[in-house]
């Protein structure tokens, strides 16, 4: 199976969402990519469930304090774990206004905890300058998986950001774990010919042939012509 196939991404997800070694993972890689997606949507969902109330009543409490403070009590007093499971039942528009009042490092930790789609709205709405930070936070810890899963959701407006923000080996090494093949169509389409050039260049330095061969096969005609052949 190849590093890049579907069903291989998909049980590498499902080992992050377990926090489990995905080579235990390794008995369900002849099920369907449809049948791993299934699975982990239940256990993401089971895993939200759990604790629900008592996260409301936190996420509540949010509304009731200054957002200097529950901010404070968040990074500090919660930790990313508890933050994660609270940040899912918060009204989007308070979690937004508190993310600008998180460090980029504890928004890191919170995005490693949090399954992107429970939270899609709040995702979407994140500022462009938050989103673009936060990347290259992750991109700094080497969590690709992690920032393909949230770029799949980040607003046009913030990937033109973190775009920007990202080296070229990092948006090579993200690009080869994103879901749908329309945003890496948006992400290549956002590169001028000459940063195209560049990820010719960086794939050839760091051995990432395979990664730019992956994308030149899965965008459509439009941005593959783009792509320098040599």
């Known amino acids: 199976m190849s590093r890049f196939d579907p069903a291989h991404l998909e049980l590498l997800r499902l080992a992050r969402l377990l926090k489990a070694d995905p080579d235990r993972l390794e008995p369900l890689s002849g099920l369907p990519v449809e049948d791993l997606r299934t699975l982990r949507d239940r ?25 200097p403070l529950a901010a404070k009590l968040a ?17 989007p528009q308070k979690a937004v206004e508190l993310s600008g009042r998180f460090s980029a490092g504890f928004l890191a930790d919170v ?23 936060v990347g290259r936070e992750l991109a700094a810890r080497e969590e690709w998986l992690v920032m393909a899963d949230f770029v ?37 389409g956002l590169l001028d010919d000459e940063r195209l050039a560049d990820a010719v260049t960086v794939a050839r330095a760091e051995g990432l042939d395979e990664e730019l061969a992956w994308i030149i096969e899965s965008v459509g005609d439009e941005q593959r012509a783009r792509i320098p052949s040599s």
């Open 75 to 91: 990074e500090h007093a919660l930790g990313p774990v508890l933050a994660a499971r609270t940040t899912a039942v918060t009204p």
């Open 152 to 188: 799949g959701g980040i607003s046009s407006a913030a990937l033109v950001a973190t775009v920007e923000a990202l080296t070229t080996e990092s948006i090579l090494r993200i690009s080869v774990y994103l879901e749908d093949p329309d945003r890496l169509d948006e992400v290549v």
């Open 43 to 67: 256990i993401a969902e089971r895993l939200f469930e759990e604790g629900r109330d008592a996260f409301q009543r936190a996420a509540n409490v949010a509304n009731f304090v200054p957002a």
């Open 111 to 133: 995005a490693e905890e949090i399954d992107p789609r429970v939270v899609d709205d709040l995702v979407e709405s994140l500022p462009p300058k938050v989103v673009a930070a």
